[in-house]
């Protein structure tokens, strides 16, 4: 009886072992899980620049009052006989 006990013992401090050290741990799992929240704030991210980029995208098609605010805010350019003034504050 005596050796029941003891292999019992062992086997408990095995699959004990299994649950704090192993390849399924449970603090692996606590890291796991961190590492999916963060990974999924990263897609949400991507997915609000991505539907920025459709926006804008969109608008570049529908007309060119997109395109002539780039190009000003941009690259700084004017149309003809329009004067540039810069307020530095």
């Excluded at 590492?35 to 991505?50: G, Y």
Aim: positive net charge.
């Amino acid at each position: 009886m005596k050796v029941i006990s003891i292999l019992l013992a062992a086997f408990l401090l095995l699959i004990q072992a299994q649950l704090w050290l192993g390849k399924g741990s449970l603090p692996r799992g606590v890291h796991l899980r961190g590492v999916l929240a963060q990974a999924q704030a990263d897609n949400e991210q991507a997915r609000l620049r991505n539907a920025q980029l459709e926006a804008e995208l969109r608008d570049l098609r529908e007309g060119l009052e997109m395109v002539e605010e780039k190009a000003r805010f941009e690259l700084g350019m004017i149309k003809p006989d329009e004067i540039f003034v810069q307020i530095r504050r």
